[in-house]
C-alpha cells in the first residue's frame, strides 16, 4: 500500500506564505500523478492544484492561480504547495493524494475520484 502524510499546515495571517508538503511511503513505485485538495467547514471538497508523475503538467484551480505553486521531488517521494499571499478563504483542511501510475495515471487530474490515495489532511488557517 501508499501512505500519505501532509504536514506543514498551520495558522497564518492574510497575506503570508505556507509551504506544504506531502511525503509518501509504502509503495511509492505506484504513485503516478498527485494533487492537493481542499475542504472548508460546510463545503465540499475542492482540488487545488495537481502535478503530474513528471513534473510537467500542472493544473491549478482558478482561486489559487498566481500564488500557488505545486511542485514534486520524486527521489524524495515528496510534493509540495507553496501558498503565497493566503487568504482567509484559503481556509481548509489540505489533502495530499495520488494517483495510481498505471492505466494513465501520470497524467494530471483535477478530479478526485480518479485519486487512489489520500493522506489524512493537515489544517491551514488564514486569520483576516
Known amino acids: 500500500q501508499v501512505q500519505l502524510v501532509e504536514s506543514g499546515g498551520g495558522l497564518v495571517q492574510a497575506g503570508g506564505s505556507l509551504r506544504l508538503s506531502c511525503t509518501a511511503s509504502g509503495l511509492t513505485f505506484r504513485i503516478g500523478a498527485m494533487g492537493w485538495f481542499r475542504q472548508a467547514p460546510g463545503k465540499e471538497r475542492e482540488s487545488v492544484a495537481a502535478?503530474?508523475?513528471?513534473?510537467?503538467?500542472?493544473y491549478y484551480t482558478e482561486s489559487v492561480k498566481g500564488r500557488c505553486t505545486i511542485s514534486r521531488e520524486n527521489a524524495k517521494n515528496t510534493v509540495y504547495l507553496q501558498m503565497n499571499n493566503v487568504k482567509p478563504e484559503d481556509t481548509a483542511v489540505y489533502y495530499c493524494?495520488?494517483?495510481?501510475?498505471?492505466?494513465?495515471?501520470?497524467?494530471?487530474?483535477?478530479?478526485?475520484?480518479?485519486?487512489?490515495?489520500w493522506g489524512q489532511g493537515t489544517q491551514v488557517t488564514v486569520s483576516a
Open positions: 502535478i503530474s508523475w513528471s513534473g510537467d503538467g500542472t
Open positions: 493524494a495520488a494517483r495510481f501510475r498505471g492505466q494513465g495515471g501520470t497524467a494530471v487530474s483535477p478530479d478526485a475520484a480518479v485519486y487512489n490515495y
